[in-house]
C-alpha cells in the first residue's frame, strides 16, 4: 500500500473520490468505455492516476479485513464447531491447504475483530430491532 488518503487526491473534488470509493464500478465501467472526454469527470489523467491509487489503497485495506474476518469464522468452525478441514474446504471448493495457510495468514485477526473470539457473538441471537 502507498498510504496515499483520499483527501490526497487533488484533481477531483471529495465527491468524486467519494462516489468512485463507493462504487468503483462506475468508475472502471466509464474507462472501459472510454467515450470522448470520459477522463474529464475524474479530472483527466492526474485524477485517474490518484483515485486509482487511492481506490488500490482501499481495496488493499478491505482484502486485509476480509482476510482477517474469514480467518476468524475458520477459527470458530474449527475450535468451537468441531469442523473438519475437509468440511471447511468443502464448504468454499477449496483444498484443505488452503483453509489451512487462510488460517495462518489471518494469525492475529483476534485483534482486528477480538468479540468474535466469544462464541456467543457467532450463536447468540441478535440484539432485538438488529436486522
Do not use: C
Not at 483527501?7 to 465501467?29: G, I, M
Not at 475450535?79 to 491447504?97: V, W
Amino acid at each position: 500500500m502507498t498510504d496515499v488518503k483520499p483527501t490526497d487526491v487533488t484533481a477531483v473534488s471529495a465527491d468524486v473520490v467519494a462516489q468512485v470509493l463507493d462504487d468503483p464500478d462506475v468508475f472502471f465501467q466509464h474507462a472501459m468505455e472510454a467515450a470522448p472526454g470520459w477522463a474529464a469527470r475524474y479530472g483527466g489523467p492526474e485524477g485517474v492516476m490518484q483515485l486509482t491509487t487511492v481506490l488500490q489503497d482501499e481495496l488493499a485495506r478491505r482484502t486485509k479485513v476480509n482476510a482477517a474476518l474469514r480467518g476468524s469464522a475458520f477459527r470458530f468452525m474449527r475450535n468451537h464447531d468441531a469442523r473438519s478441514l475437509e468440511y471447511i474446504a468443502q464448504q468454499l471448493g477449496i483444498s484443505r491447504m488452503s483453509v489451512t495457510r487462510a488460517m495462518q495468514r489471518a494469525a492475529g485477526s483476534e485483534e482486528m475483530f477480538p468479540a468474535l473470539e466469544d462464541p456467543e457473538a457467532w450463536m447468540g441471537e441478535p440484539p432485538t430491532g438488529t436486522a
